[in-house]
């Protein structure tokens, strides 16, 4: 049997790991929807802050659950707690999550507008879309 290049194997993990969405990095599968265009924003956004995606992705998952709930600096001390416990396996400190987490916030306060599918009803009297 050959050894493995523990390099390349890290490579590897960090290339499959990327392709995994927000969703992969909740503390319990399905606890809150990922808002379209939501895993684009936190992959940019990641590469923006040089951060490998397995430590950015659990302070997106984090910034999701606790959106609406915690103000900073007010809760500053309460959502360290949180990253520590549901920080996954971060490398991050908080102080690192922390701006990832208000990005986040930032981010779901105003989501980019999507534009309708092909298909999709434009009738104003109807801004669900679901009459026809």
Known sequence: MGRIDSHAFENLVQRLSAQEGVAHCLPYPGMTPIPDGFDAFAKQDAARAEMEWGDACPAYALGLITYGSYVLPRDEEYLEVLWDELG??????????????????????????QEPGPGASHDASDPTGLMH
């Open 88 to 113: 996954g396996d971060s490398t991050q400190l908080w102080a690192q999550a922390r701006s990832l987490v208000l990005a986040t916030w930032a981010w779901l306060s105003n989501p980019p507008v």
